[in-house]
């Protein structure tokens, strides 16, 4: 089945880089994405990486997949208070005839920043 | 439009009533999505609309909820006899393409249903 799991809190001084882990269990998984929700804000996508990518980085986020281990972490440089927020590592399972594209979604790591 | 809506952004009701929640999907988005964000489930799929069809509903909860998409966009979900445990913030998603991982699913500001 599918299942994704992240630690719930993360305490970090401004400045300091900020590491949030997530281990998922469905090896077919294609594309593993970080959401961001802000306090009464939507969701919003941060970055994804497609399974065959061991790392991408994009300004201030570097993600770190280790397929074999099914584990994924989103790396913050430079953590601001702005980054406050709670974050959500999901999937999608592999593209076929069954595949609708849905997210199956982590418990989400808030992410607390301090000044 | 601009972006996902959703409709009513709050809703209290009373046990055993009926609700309709509204998303508004991107303009030419084929795919759109029901997800529900709760403190006992944290964010889970409902049901994924292709079109007007619904090919996936694995995620409804019970035959008390439904869903429909009208014309390829607007798309209401009914939750029938509401319980207290239904109470959590219904967030909708909607993307360009259909059933493709990937694809990036852009979400609305959610209906936060309060059951009392």
């Known amino acids: 089945g599918e299942d994704v799991e992240q630690s719930l809190f993360l305490s970090v001084r401004e400045g300091d880089s900020s590491v949030i882990n997530c281990t998922y269990t469905?090896?077919?998984?294609?594309?593993l994405y970080w959401y961001k929700q802000e306090p009464g804000a939507g969701l919003q996508l941060l970055t994804y990486?497609?399974?065959?990518?061991d790392m991408k980085q994009d300004q201030r986020l570097t993600v770190l997949l280790n397929k074999k281990d099914k584990h994924l972490s989103l790396r913050i440089a430079d953590t601001q208070t702005g980054d406050s927020a709670i974050y959500f590592c999901?999937?999608?399972?592999?593209?076929?005839?069954?595949?609708?594209?849905?997210?199956?979604f982590g418990q989400g790591t808030t992410l607390q920043v301090k000044p | 439009g601009a972006g996902v809506s959703q409709s009513p952004s709050n809703k209290v009701t009373e046990k055993g009533k009926d609700v309709e929640l509204r998303c508004d999907p991107i303009?030419?988005?084929?795919?759109l999505y029901w997800y529900r964000q709760s403190l006992g489930q944290g964010l889970e799929f409902l049901i994924y609309?292709?079109?007007?069809?619904?090919?996936?509903k694995s995620g409804l909860p019970s035959d008390r909820f439904s869903a429909e998409r009208t014309g390829g966009s607007v798309s209401t979900l009914t939750i029938q006899r509401t319980q207290q445990e239904d109470s959590a913030v219904y967030l909708c998603?909607?993307?360009?393409?259909?059933?493709?991982?990937?694809?990036?699913?852009?979400f609305g500001p959610g209906t936060r249903l309060t059951v009392l």
């Open positions: 303009s030419g988005h084929t795919a």
């Open positions: 469905d090896s077919s998984s294609t594309y």
């Open positions: 999901a999937e999608t399972p592999a593209y076929g005839s069954s595949n609708t594209g849905k997210l199956i």
């Open positions: 998603a909607s993307s360009l393409l259909a059933g493709v991982p990937g694809d990036t699913q852009y």
């Open positions: 990486i497609f399974s065959n990518m």
């Open positions: 609309f292709q079109g007007n069809s619904a090919p996936d």
